[in-house]
């Protein structure tokens, strides 16, 4: 069964980057659409971008707009999530999914795997 383990998150500056993973342990995502979701304390999850298994992606946090954006390492089987000029409201649990598909969607209810979380603090 396909597990979704996030890593990366931490406590970082206004301005600052962070880079995080989401793997697959005994598993490829490698003909996966990932979605990379958020939510911040008292907020509801939001939907940050998804990445389809060819590499497009599609932005769907117009907060994060020209700051955050993905990858993906088909020999690593990772798929990462870039972050830049991290910002305040950026804090929050980051949860890495995948819809069993290629494809991607705005849509938490067509993800049907989820990672654990990592939290990402920015804080001066």
């Known amino acids: 069964?396909?597990?979704l383990v996030e890593s990366g998150g931490g406590l970082v500056q206004p301005g600052g980057s962070l880079r995080l993973s989401c793997a697959a342990p005994?598993?490829?995502l490698n003909s996966n659409g990932i979605g990379w979701?958020?939510?911040a304390?008292?907020?509801e999850r939001e939907g940050v971008l998804c990445i389809t298994h060819t590499g497009h992606i599609s932005?769907?946090?117009t907060a994060v707009k020209d700051r955050f954006t993905a990858s993906r390492d088909n020999a690593k089987n990772i798929v990462y999530?870039?972050?830049n000029s991290l910002k305040l409201d950026d804090t929050g649990l980051y949860y890495c999914a995948t819809t069993g598909?290629?494809?991607c969607s705005g849509r938490s209810s067509d993800f049907r795997t989820w990672g654990q979380g990592t939290q990402v603090t920015v804080s001066s």
Request: hydrophobic share 30%.
């Open 41 to 43: 304390p008292g907020k």
């Open 101 to 103: 598909d290629t494809y």
């Open 81 to 83: 999530l870039q972050m």
């Open 37 to 39: 979701f958020r939510q």
């Open 1 to 3: 069964q396909l597990r």
């Open 26 to 28: 005994g598993s490829t």
């Open 59 to 61: 932005m769907y946090a």
